[in-house]
T-cell receptor
């Protein structure tokens, strides 16, 4: 069974940085494209970023390009999202997902101005 | 970007009755590998999203068989054969054929 556990969320001031982690288990991590999706309070789902299994290709939403960096450590079965230059509009629950088989519980990021 | 449009946005349903949600994409979701990467997600109140259907019509592990997905190209449908109380929540379609992945606005399923 796919299990994904996010961590690293918290309260940060505008302009600050956070690094999210997602520990994966129950599947062959290195063979899956991994994705971050966020959900602002009371809103719908927004794709943020994805990374291929080997880590050689990354993709970003225009809203985070140049500020966020997705990465993975296949030896640790862990996905990361480095978030810099945070803005109030980045406030959301951030989910880690395989898209085709499982979603995590989410970690909350609150950016104060 | 591919725009995903869901209808209706709200669906009051009587327990035991069927429900249907439509999702239309602004362009074909057929990938160059021949697959159609259209997923349906359920989000119960206060819960994370849960995968129900992947590649348009494949029920994910553990999903009750009252849920079914159909469609091809640009038109897709999620059907619940007999709505139960635990089905209350918001349903999203999403496409993973092309980056950026995109989601429908969500359809709120509630009990009459």
């Amino acid at each position: 069974e796919v299990q994904l556990l996010e961590s690293g969320g918290g309260l940060v001031q505008s302009g600050g940085s956070l690094r999210l982690s997602c520990a994966a288990s129950g599947f062959i991590f290195s063979t899956y494209t991994m994705t971050w999706v966020r959900q602002a309070p009371g809103m719908g789902l927004e794709w943020v970023s994805s990374i291929r299994g080997s880590g050689d290709s990354t993709f970003y939403a225009d809203s985070v390009k140049g500020r966020f960096t997705i990465s993975r450590d296949n030896s640790k079965n862990t996905l990361y999202l480095q978030m810099n230059s945070l803005r109030a509009e980045d406030t959301a629950l951030y989910y880690c997902a395989t898209i085709s088989s499982g979603w995590g519980q989410g970690t909350l990021v609150i950016v104060t101005s | 970007d591919i725009v995903m449009t869901q209808t209706p946005l709200s669906s009051p349903v009587t327990l035991g009755q069927p429900a249907s949600i439509s999702c239309r994409s602004s362009q074909s979701l057929v990938h160059s590998d021949g697959n159609t990467y259209l997923n349906w997600l359920q989000q119960r109140p206060g819960q994370p999203p849960r995968l129900l259907i992947y590649k348009s019509s494949n029920r994910f592990s553990g999903v009750p068989d009252r849920f079914s997905g159909s469609g091809a190209g640009t038109d897709f449908t999620l059907k619940i054969s007999r709505v139960e109380a635990e089905d209350v929540g918001v349903y999203y379609c999403m496409q993973a054929t092309q980056f950026p992945y995109t989601f429908g606005q969500g359809t709120k399923l509630e009990i009459k």
